[in-house]
Every structure is written in structure tokens, then in C-alpha cells.
């Protein structure tokens, strides 16, 4: 019987696909043909259900099989399907947006069709620490009542009103209404900015590891994506220096406040530096900024954006990380020029969000309830954070590696035993035993090293998480 090639570089769930995708072809499975019931397959390959789940899908994707709730799948043709099924793989491989990594696209898959699974992976909240009560009093006490129809590209305007004076309050930065673009999450404002500011070839860097190198968008755009390492301080400035004499930057993606994922703050004296040499050199610079508030010690440091004379950079938020990530509520602080450029471009793709969850954002940022909130996330996220600490030094003593941070939500582990996280193979071996993690190199990382988010496992479950995670890298029961 076939068996999949374990070794890593090859995803199992795609040479399934292409294994049966030749058969198929080749006459062996003929119109109307049952493929084997995804369990049983399963079972006989000794992998994860939801990795037959993935290539069957695959196969339906390209319109080689139909799939039957109740009835399984079979061989497109016949009665069952057209007799000439598109060829859908040869647009899949022609699109100019590429997908996510396989590593990211078999998390979620893991996430979706797994239950009891551990999530370190998810880079979010859990819904314990959502600001639920307060949603469902402002709803209950003063119901929307105001228009349904199109809205102003930017965005709801009292929102953004309201916006501008939470930055200054709480972060120092001077913006107003017309310099703020409302987009659906932190991701929309970086895909408009290198769709609408940039052009294939640009040179760019890019902190690595860093959030931003896991996302593709980089890549899709054409744009020359240049390393600028990371270390327990941060970037340092004179890797910019010498980036830009050699490629002549057009703009630097930097993460300074609790960076993902290493947790990093970029002192003063760099904060300096880099600035100073971003006005020399006439560097524009893109600041993503999603845990400034999650400051354990109710003392964010600032983003770089409050000490932005010259309106260089473009700040990015959202509410994302600080109240709940399905309110899809983000911004973008920058020159007016370039908020109505963008607003432009995204009028184009969606005529602008939903005016609801906006309405709902401005009265959940000016009422004294966020207090309670930032004052309540900021304590338990410590507390987590706590509880993954010991669960690491006790369960996998001498085995890793991490620097706490000071806020945030993630965790930056290095792997000193044997193995590495890294590899699929390892990473399908953690989901078949219940807990997701996100490998480093998605990040860009080169040393055995992974990401585990301590916001978003529920109550209870950090250090049974860490006990398989143990299991899987260390061959602990």
C-alpha cells in the first residue's frame, strides 16, 4: 500500500491530493468512483483525519471529485458531476495573492476540524477575556439608531472622533479625525498600504522574526523583503543604516511595543537612532502597534508614532488585541494625502465596514468600562503568562529558553533539546496529540524555536497543553 514521504518539505495532505489526482488522470479511478471514506484512509495511512479532510478538499477545489454529506466522495463525471471538470489548479497557481504558509494553513485546519486542541497557536484573546458584559450593556442601554447606508470611506465619523482623542489620551499621539482611516483589522491597513504605496521591486525590511514576515501580503506585492533581525532589544537602527546604503529602502515595517513574537521593546536610545535616521534618509516607516496597552504595569511605553513631527510614520492599531478580535476594528494615523489614497482603494473593495461595530467601538473606547477592561486584561494576561512560565520550567527543565515579556500576548520559546519544533512532521505529531503551537520559521526564524500564545487558551488549560506539547518534543508521557 502507498505511504506518504515523511520527510519534511512535503505537506502529506498534498501528495495525497496528487496521488490520487494521477490516478484519476490516468484512468485508474474512473467517473463516479468512490475514494476511500476519509477515516478509514486515515486509519491506514496513520495520519490525522483532518489531513485527508485537507487533500479531498484539495481534489474537490480543482473539480476532480464531488463530495456528498451522507454519501462521500467520488470521481467527478458520469451522473454524479460535468463530464469536463474545470481545471482549477491552473488558476490556483496563476493568482498573484499567495496563500499562507503551509504550516499557518494547517493550524487553522487543525483549529477547525479538532476538538479539545490546546491553542497556543491563535494570536488572540480567549473569550474570557473578551469585554462581553460590556458589549451587551451598551447595546441594552442605547440601542443604534443611526443610518444603515454607505458611510464615509474613512469611516464612521464619531468614531474616528472619538479615536482620535483615546490615542492621544492613552498613547500620546496627535492625530485627528480626518487623519485616521478605519479598515477591518491591523492586515487590511498593510495590505492597502503595499497595494496603493509601493510597487514591485521596492526594497522593504522587514523585522525578522516578526509577524509581518509570516503574512505573504510582502510577497504577493513583489516587493524585495530584507531581514532586520531581532534581538531582546529590538532592531538595531544601524542594520537600517546599512541596509539603506546598500538597497535604498522605501519603507521599514517595525513592531517596536511588545513585538511579535519575541516580545521585545525597543529602548529610547535606539527609538532615537532609528528616527533620527529614518528623517535622514527619508525613510517612511510603518509602525504596527497591537499591545502597547497590555503594559502588565499600566505603563505603555510609546509607540513611536508620539514622537512623529514630521508625519513619517504610519501608525496601525485595532482592537484586535485589547477587547475582542471579531469586532474586525482597526486603523490607520497618518498624512491626509495618503489616508484619502487608501480610503480611495478601499472604497474600491468594499465601500467601508460595517457602521455598526464602529458605533459600538466608540461608545466601548470612551466609556469608563474600557478602564475596567485594559485594568482587567492587563492583570490576567499576567497571570497566564505566570502559569506558562512554570509550566515550562517545571514540565521541560533544561530544554528551553524564553525572556518573559513585559506585555503582549505571546511567549518566544527556544528548543534546546533534540528535534525541532519546526518540522510538519512535528507540528502534525503536537496536533495529533491535542495542542497547536506556531513554528518559528513561519516568522522567519532560523533557530529551533516556536511562538505559544498564553491568551488564548481557556482556563484551566496552559499547563495540560505544555504536559503534551512535552510528550511530542520530549517523549515525556
Known amino acids: 500500500m502507498w505511504q506518504p514521504d515523511r520527510r519534511p518539505g512535503r505537506p502529506v495532505y498534498r501528495q495525497i491530493a496528487e496521488r490520487f489526482e494521477r490516478l484519476i488522470r490516468q484512468g485508474e479511478l474512473t467517473a463516479g468512483s468512490m ?27 480543482s473539480g476532480l471529485v464531488v463530495r456528498t454529506v451522507g454519501s462521500g466522495t467520488r470521481v467527478a463525471g458520469g451522473s454524479a458531476s460535468p463530464l469536463h471538470p474545470a481545471d482549477w489548479r491552473t488558476y490556483l497557481d496563476a493568482g498573484t495573492m499567495l496563500p499562507n504558509s503551509d504550516a499557518m494553513r494547517r493550524i487553522r485546519t ?56 483615546f490615542l492621544s489620551h492613552r498613547l500620546r499621539i496627535a492625530t485627528s479625525a480626518s487623519s485616521l482611516l478605519i479598515t477591518s483589522g491591523s492586515q487590511q491597513s498593510l495590505f492597502l498600504i503595499m497595494q496603493c504605496l509601493l ?18 501580503l510582502l510577497q504577493s506585492a513583489g516587493l524585495r523583503v530584507l531581514p532586520l533581525p531581532v534581538g531582546r532589544e529590538g532592531i538595531d537602527p544601524d542594520d537600517v543604516e546599512r541596509l539603506h546604503q546598500k538597497h535604498r529602502l522605501k519603507m521599514l515595517f517595525l513592531n517596536p511595543n511588545f513585538q511579535n513574537p519575541t516580545g521585545s521593546v525597543l529602548p529610547a536610545e ?17 509602525e504596527d502597534d497591537p499591545f502597547s496597552l497590555t503594559a502588565f504595569d499600566g505603563r505603555p511605553p510609546l509607540p513611536l508614532k508620539a514622537e512623529d513631527p514630521s508625519g513619517r510614520i504610519l501608525y496601525v492599531g485595532s482592537l484586535s488585541k485589547i477587547a475582542a478580535s471579531g469586532l474586525r476594528v482597526g486603523w490607520l494615523a497618518g498624512p491626509q494625502e495618503i489616508v484619502s489614497r487608501l480610503a480611495d482603494a478601499r472604497q474600491q473593495m468594499d465601500f467601508g465596514m460595517s457602521v455598526i461595530p464602529q458605533w459600538l467601538a466608540a461608545k466601548l473606547i470612551e466609556g469608563e468600562a474600557f478602564d475596567r477592561q485594559i485594568g482587567r486584561l492587563r492583570r490576567q494576561l499576567s497571570e497566564r503568562l505566570d502559569e506558562l512560565r512554570a509550566s515550562l520550567d517545571f514540565h521541560l527543565p533544561g530544554l528551553v529558553s524564553f525572556t518573559p515579556p513585559d506585555g ?15 518540522l510538519m512532521r512535528t507540528l502534525e505529531r503536537a496536533l495529533s496529540a491535542g495542542v497547536a503551537y506556531v513554528p518559528g520559521q513561519v516568522f522567519g526564524a532560523e533557530e529551533a524555536s516556536m511562538r505559544l500564545c498564553y491568551a488564548r487558551p481557556e482556563a484551566g488549560q496552559i499547563e495540560p497543553g505544555i504536559v503534551r506539547l512535552k510528550g511530542v518534543l520530549a517523549g515525556g508521557e
Do not use: M
Not at 45 to 51: I, K, P, Q, Y
Not at 270 to 286: Q, T
Open 199 to 216: 510597487r514591485k521591486g521596492d526594497a522593504v525590511a522587514v523585522e525578522t522574526p516578526s509577524y509581518c514576515f509570516s503574512l505573504p
Open 408 to 422: 503582549g500576548l505571546n511567549l518566544w520559546v527556544k528548543w534546546l533539546g533534540e528535534g525541532d519544533p519546526r
Open 270 to 286: 535606539r527609538r532615537a537612532r532609528l528616527l533620527a535616521i529614518a528623517e535622514e534618509r527619508g525613510i517612511p516607516i510603518v
Open 110 to 165: 487543525g483549529l477547525r476540524k479538532e476538538a479539545g486542541l490546546v491553542d497556543f497557536a491563535s494570536g488572540e484573546l480567549s473569550e474570557a477575556l473578551f469585554p462581553s458584559e460590556t458589549i451587551r450593556d451598551i447595546f441594552a442601554g442605547q440601542p443604534y439608531d443611526g443610518p444603515l447606508g454607505y458611510d464615509d470611506p474613512q469611516g464612521y465619523g464619531p468614531f474616528r472622533e472619538a479615536l482620535a482623542a
Open 35 to 61: 475514494l476511500p471514506a476519509e477515516r478509514k484512509l486515515a486509519s491506514e495511512l496513520g495520519v490525522n483525519r483532518s489531513t485527508v479532510i485537507q487533500a479531498y478538499e484539495e481534489l474537490r477545489a
